[in-house]
């Protein structure tokens, strides 16, 4: 089967509402791409940019989601809330999560979960550092972060997600996993899921993220286990997100 890529944007902790409308202009001016689009974005801007976006082509999504369903968890947002609101997709794991706030293996499937039951699609991420690459560690670690979510909402729920094999050492630094290097952890995550699941294996969309950019994009989405990309920086001009989608 052929899988319809994906192209994520994450704005990250970026945006403000004059920024976020001259993006969704601009973005209405090009010619719609042929992959699927979504858009994570900040969660107070997330309303706002759900009606600006109809018509887009584009789905909503946030980039973070609380493990909680609801009651007295004072600054957590619930997926049950951004479904609500329009979301279908959420980030779940992504490294500055898991470094600078502490989320554990434990914590991302837990969210995976809870993502899951309200009805939203998690881009579920893994990746390792430089350190873990350098020693060699990059398939343990990532198939270790895979097998803690897969422990919680079972292979056959991956049908309902994305993965996306972030490294580390490559986001936000300019450097990027060679398009070999990033086959070979995407094709060997696909065998990890296929130990469990053969045909969502088949299915199952895994992007890639780490300062992709209109340059190296094409390379990268031509190998034959890269079914998209998670995009972070390039993603703040409607224009460079709109080359890597046209990619």
Known sequence: ??????????????????????????????ALPACEVALCAPFVY?????????GCGISLGAENVSEYEAGAYTGEVSAAM??????????????????LFGETDAVVAAKTRAALAAGLSPIICVGET????????????????LAAVISVIGAAALARCALA??????????RSATPEIAQHVHSAL????????PAVARELRILYGGSVKPGNAAALFAQPDIDGGLIGGAALQAEDFHAVCAA
Request: hydrophobic share 45%.
């Open 46 to 54: 997330l309303e706002n940019l759900g009606k600006a976006l109809e």
């Open 1 to 30: 089967m052929t899988r319809r890529r994906l192209v994520a944007a994450n704005w990250k902790m970026n945006g403000s509402l004059a920024a976020n409308a001259a993006w969704v202009a601009r973005w209405r001016s090009l």
């Open 190 to 197: 696909r065998e990890a899921v296929a130990r469990f699941d």
């Open 130 to 145: 430089l350190e873990q690459r350098e020693s060699s560690q990059t398939l343990r670690v990532v198939e270790t972060q």
């Open 165 to 174: 094999y972030e490294p580390v050492w490559a986001i936000g630094t300019g």
């Open 82 to 99: 951004l479904s609500d609101i329009g979301c279908r997709w959420v980030i779940v794991g992504h490294s500055e999560r898991r470094i």
